[in-house]
């Protein structure tokens, strides 16, 4: 059996700052008909950026979904004409300062394709340079510099657990064991 | 300055089949006023079966929020009374029909703490033994056998993106790892 879905009708649900929610009712494989409801965000970026001593750069931010501040990679929400890689370059510039002179490609994700299309594309930065950070209105942080293998370590103990900061801590683990020769 | 941010009003935008979404009035850490808008989910696991042979047990199935099939470990959202283990459990045996001797906690993850309260919490379950699977009204997938390491290699490559589907074949890697005394 095929495994496909066909739209038949849709509505939007709501249209907010950040997401839209549109309820779609669908035709199955077997040709029973049933609701699909989906979340529509506009897709992010999530940029690791570790230093030739060892040492990356995170950030600390309050984040109201979770009641709580979490400590994630530099991050943020792909504006309307930009590619992945410029709002990589802008995130990392404006929440902690930096220039890289490489963007490793570390891959994306569908952070929960049940329910959203949102797509997270993450990189690794290399060749740091230190500059200013420029927050945008209303968005508070704090950056923390910490080894990497502390960065993994918390990963490893389930201390960071944030998505997009455990695949791309994993990816750069992973990719900097295959530059070294490791298995 | 501490981050944090105080609700002062809220409001229900939409409250649908898996998610609601609400808009609130918050106070931040500087005192002025800001909007935060929330999608609301139950949560989920996420459960990578592994045989004594080394293979394990992927779904395939349709996805329409992202408008593709996706090939992921099996995994469901939390029932009202149920806590994650006993939704690992249920859920593969539904979807692949395996009950497990072992279920060992990869921890979990925020899929997008930037907008939703969504956590996954994702399993490695080893001790299978084979069962009849019970799907889902609605629900068609295809249960694929294939060697941890092919999975491995598939997520380095970014031929398999979901979010916890990553998570979980990265930390099952390095859980191996640590078993066999490798760094």
Known sequence: MELTEKKLSGELKYSGVIVSVTLD???LCDG????REVVHHPGGVGVLPLDTDGNCYMVRQYRYPVGAPVLEIPAGKIDHHDDHLATAVREL???TGFTADEYIDLGCCYTSPGYTDEIIHVYLARGLHRGKSHLDEGEFLNVEKMPFEAL???VMRNEIIDAKTVIAASKAKLWLQGQTGQK
């Open 32 to 35: 029973e008909k049933t609701l």
């Open 25 to 27: 009712q669908v035709e």
């Open 93 to 95: 510039s404006e929440e």
């Open 152 to 154: 993994f370590g918390m």
